[in-house]
């Protein structure tokens, strides 16, 4: 007999063998619309045994390679700085035995903690983000730490022309004014993905992807829909376009489980991390 550990379907490798560790995120304590992601990382792991192992996008199966699922964090929901200190050191123990981290959110704030660790490792880190919204306020509600502060966040960290926004139809006008002087934003649509890649090739990449990026049709079940988004088979390919660069680190976050009795975003969102850990593995 084996024990009962659930885990991402096959991703049952031993920690020193992986070339890729998963590991949850659920925190979701400065969400301004609707909460809730702090159940994604539990609802995809059950999820993933509806899948197959096995991606005919890609023509390749899980069973195939070494991937670790080290579990949730256990995250202190009344102090975000310690709970973005935890994701941190976590993601540095993955860094520093040369693996990469996917991290499950949690809100979209979560990113702030892995990209602190990516950030020591690699000075000259790029990001591309994949969102509907821009996520550059300076402050919101009067905190700084925000799910819509994150990448004004990671701006302070690597200043201009190191993240590409991508899907962007959402955020105060003083947000994009500022995208105008210091990110490359595409509004609407992932077009300007081409140039991210060409601008990228010889730097190390942190993709951080919020899956409202999605359409609501798609994808209902989010904190903050917003109409207006790409489908899942644009997501997909662009997650295979991005994984010929050397991306060091990913994270996955903003689904709520429960927006959607269904349990087709829970799938969606299941589906799209068998294809990230196929893509780059």
Request: with cysteine.
């Amino acid at each position: 007999m084996k024990p009962n550990i659930e885990t991402f379907i096959a991703c049952d490798a031993s920690f020193e063998e992986a070339t890729t560790v998963i590991f949850g995120a659920p925190y979701d304590s400065t969400t301004s619309n609707r909460p809730g992601t702090r159940f994604a990382p539990k609802a995809i792991r059950n999820d993933s045994f509806g899948l197959e192992t096995y991606s005919p996008y890609q023509d390749k199966d899980l069973s195939e390679v070494k991937i670790f699922d080290s579990g949730d964090l256990e995250l202190s929901f009344g102090r975000v700085d310690l709970a973005l200190q935890d994701i941190e050191n976590h993601a540095r123990e993955i860094l520093s035995a040369g693996k990469r981290p996917l991290m499950i959110g949690g809100e979209h704030l979560v990113t702030l903690g892995q990209f602190r660790a990516v950030a020591e490792k690699y000075p000259d880190v790029c990001v591309i983000q994949l969102d509907a919204h821009t996520d550059l306020r300076q402050e919101y509600l009067g905190a700084e730490l925000s799910h819509a502060t994150i990448i004004r966040r990671i701006w302070d960290m690597v200043g201009d022309d190191r993240i590409y926004q991508l899907g962007i139809r959402s955020g105060e006008k003083a947000e994009f004014e500022f995208a105008k002087e210091h990110t490359h934003l595409t509004k609407f649509n992932l077009t300007g993905l081409s140039k991210a890649i060409a601008d990228l090739k010889d730097k190390p990449v942190y993709l951080t992807i919020d899956l409202d990026v999605l359409d609501p049709s798609a994808f209902p079940g989010t904190g903050t829909p917003e109409a207006g988004g790409i489908d899942f088979m644009t997501l997909l390919q662009a997650i295979i376009d991005i994984a010929q660069l050397n991306v060091v680190a990913i994270d996955v976050n903003e689904l709520s489980p429960h927006y959607d009795l269904s349990g087709a975003s829970t799938a969606l969102a299941t589906k799209i991390i068998r294809e990230i850990l196929l893509a780059f593995n």
